[in-house]
């Protein structure tokens, strides 16, 4: 504390505007608190928070409901039995397990089957390579024979092991170490935490031949869903983003969020319809927009959740409404679904003209003015989903490969990310799987139906 007897009018005038000031941004932050007061808090049904976030203990978990009581009875189920078993083996009974009776010489019939599963030990192939040559009697130079297709000299580690710690680098998220232990003590390989960042290096010019391959298949498309999340590049904040269409899935990351990334992807190409949230950068890509309804829902319920007991729900039902009807489309004429869609426009106009007095409904009725145009469009093209699900679910596991790992340490592996994603999301639209899609990319047999 100074003293005030030794300062000057000046020194005093300055003290007390320092105070005044202090106290104003004291006054501002009580009352932005006090305005706080009674708001629900946001979790994952009433925000964009994740899951995660939700604390189950106190207000994540009150709206759970127990189940109590006993769990009725369900049907048993078994697991079949393999069409093409590798061995059969059948056991004939000596004795009758009541009395001890020899039976070995009577005739007998199967009694129960059932099959036993266990695994061979694994082993890698190694393949001694020795090439033979000698000096040539016409030109008198050296000469030896070509190596084997698949098996020239550099690298030792064939494509199904390659393939492999792709597969579980990345589809199951096992970092260097944990690779090279598992490679050791499972399969009996030797392996450095070095020749398997090689190894996957080396995938690079292939997954950017297949990337390419996957943007042009990704410029065909008529509608075109998209999303974007956090991700880690060399300790600094990048954005992963996900483009997906009927047939084809592309992935990249980027240093930045701005709707720039998505022009370059697309390259003046501009769909009938885009599917997003309503990120400012995600707009006015496609001539139509269908914004994702579960991101308005959860709006929607947090307005119920301050408070608002007329204008919220009313609105949360009408889309929900809509949101049924869109999963009826295909046994819907096309007069129906049109009659369905005017219906939809109608009755958000009117209850938009309802007098709300709350004012979380106040906001909500103000962001639902801003994007109404955008609510239905899957009610009038049924190719188009009411929501952005199917990004979010293409987007999840890199989130998770995040989460676990904490992200890239080179720019490369952020990029071979991307290509191996890319390349397993646009196989599975094909019916394949991620170790039979990455092996096709190996073995340079990857291509976009």
């Not at 009541?98 to 129960?112: E, I, K, P």
């Not at 996957?214 to 999340?229: M, N």
């Not at 483009?243 to 769909?271: T, W």
């Not at 400012?280 to 309804?293: I, K, P, S, T, Y």
Request: hydrophobic content about 35%.
């Amino acid at each position: 504390m100074p003293l005030f007897h030794v300062l000057s009018d000046a020194e005093k005038n300055e003290l007390l505007v320092a105070q005044h000031e202090m106290i104003e941004r004291l006054a501002a932050r009580i009352s932005e608190l006090e305005a706080l007061v009674g708001k629900p808090r946001k979790t994952s049904k009433n925000s964009h928070v994740p899951p995660s976030k939700d604390d189950f203990g106190k207000g994540g978990g009150k709206g759970r409901k127990s189940r109590g009581g006993k769990r009725p009875p369900r049907e048993g189920k078994h697991r079949p039995l393999a069409e093409t078993p590798d061995k059969t083996e059948r056991v004939m009974a000596t004795s009758c397990g009541h009395c001890g009776t020899d039976v070995a010489g009577q005739l007998q019939r199967c009694r129960h089957r059932y099959d036993h599963i266990d695994l061979p030990p694994i082993r890698p192939m190694v393949t001694r390579i020795e090439l033979f040559g000698c000096r040539c009697r016409g030109c008198g130079k050296r000469y030896r024979a070509p190596a084997p297709e698949g098996m020239t000299p550099g690298t030792p580690f064939g494509p199904g092991i390659r393939s492999l710690l792709a597969y579980l680098h990345h589809s199951h998220h096992v970092g260097f170490e944990r690779l090279s232990r598992i490679a050791r003590e499972l399969f009996g390989l030797v392996i450095s935490e070095g020749a398997i960042a090689n190894a996957l290096r080396r995938m690079g010019a292939g997954m950017a031949t297949a990337t390419r391959a996957i943007g042009d298949k990704l410029l065909s498309a008529r509608i075109i869903a998209s999303d974007e999340t956090t991700t880690r590049t060399n300790g600094v904040i990048h954005w992963q983003w996900v483009f997906l269409s009927d047939k084809a899935v592309l992935h990249k990351i980027a240093p930045r969020r701005a709707r720039s990334v998505a022009e370059e992807v697309l390259r003046g190409h501009q769909p009938d319809v885009w599917v997003s949230d309503r990120y400012a950068g995600q707009q006015e890509l496609g001539r139509d927009h269908q914004v994702c309804l579960a991101h308005v829902l959860r709006d929607v319920q947090y307005a119920i959740d301050c408070g608002d007991t007329i204008f919220a729900p009313k609105i949360r039902d009408h889309l929900r409404w809509a949101i049924r009807v869109g999963k009826r489309r295909g046994s819907l004429r096309d007069t129906t679904l049109a009659a369905y869609a005017a219906k939809a426009d109608n009755t958000l106009t009117r209850l938009m003209r309802m007098p709300i007095a709350h004012p979380a409904g106040k906001v909500l009725l103000k962001q639902i003015k801003a994007w109404r145009g955008k609510f239905f469009v899957f009610l009038t093209n049924r190719d188009v989903p009411a929501t952005n699900n199917i990004s979010e679910r293409e987007i999840r596991p890199s989130v998770v490969f995040r989460k676990v790992t904490g992200g890239f340490r080179s720019d490369w592996g952020a990029q071979i990310h991307a290509g191996y994603r890319s390349v397993t999301g646009t196989a599975r639209l094909q019916g394949k799987s991620a170790l039979d899609a990455i092996r096709d990319l190996v073995d340079g047999n990857f291509a976009v139906a």
